[in-house]
């Protein structure tokens, strides 16, 4: 079963602008992560933020977290053209017995 | 680069071939996982090792045999595939998942075409 679904599922933004994608989640969690993935290569691990925590930043993205709404959004800001990948959630939820679960992903392009 | 290498990077096979990919890392992580990655989809959890014991089995069919001979191989024996079962199929590693979903380390996959 899909834990995590991300919204929208594609966006199309001009570089230098900002990008925010959503991800919700059904069942409590022990943490979030994002990945990021280019075109025909492996997945990236960008963030984790966990369950207590409710913003978290690194460089150019800052990912936010809100447990009561079971959901999380990443956003890249002043974003470039080698950002344009897919950007998926993942989630556990070991207290439901559910292993690691991704997201569908928002297919994200940055046009120059 | 990734600090994950998968080979072989294409595999095109038969139904009644019998083909392995591999997976190796050497960043000292105790857990690693395989994926199935369809075209357009998110990646799906098929196995976890964890000290080299296999700890996460997700309702695989049998035609995919997991493997771990030491704590920096992985391998994923194929036999009997079926035309739906051309994918990328992904390895990854982490620390011990004692800390539960550790952030994982992925290769770039090995797509995979059954004929």
């Known amino acids: 079963s899909q834990q995590g679904e991300e919204d929208p599922q594609a966006l199309s933004i001009q570089e230098g602008e900002n990008a925010t994608m959503n991800c919700s989640y059904k069942t409590s969690i022990n943490n979030l992560q994002w990945y990021r993935q280019n075109s025909g290569r492996g997945l990236v691990h960008l963030i984790l933020?966990?369950?207590?925590?409710r913003e978290k930043h690194s460089g150019r993205l800052r990912v936010t977290l809100d447990t009561s709404k079971k959901s999380s959004s990443l956003l890249i800001t002043a974003s470039r053209a080698a950002d344009t990948a897919s950007y998926f959630c993942a989630t556990d939820a070991y207290n439901y017995g559910q292993n690691f679960v991704f997201g569908p992903g928002t297919r994200l392009s940055v046009l120059p | 680069d990734t600090e994950v290498t998968q080979t072989p990077k294409h595999l095109v096979m038969g139904m009644t071939n019998k083909k392995s990919l591999k997976c190796e890392q050497h960043m000292g992580h105790r857990a690693m996982y395989w994926y199935k990655q369809k075209a357009k989809k998110p990646p799906e959890l098929m196995f976890v090792y964890s000290y080299e014991k296999l700890s996460i089995n997700e309702s695989v069919p049998s035609r995919f045999s997991p493997e771990c001979p030491n704590s920096s191989l992985l391998n994923l024996h194929l036999h009997a595939l079926q035309p739906e079962d051309s994918a990328l199929y992904l390895c990854?590693?982490?620390?011990?998942?004692?800390?539960?979903?550790?952030?994982?380390?992925f290769g770039d996959g090995t797509r995979l075409s059954i004929l």
């Open positions: 933020i966990r369950s207590n925590e």
């Open positions: 990854a590693s982490s620390q011990d998942t004692g800390a539960r979903w550790a952030p994982q380390h």
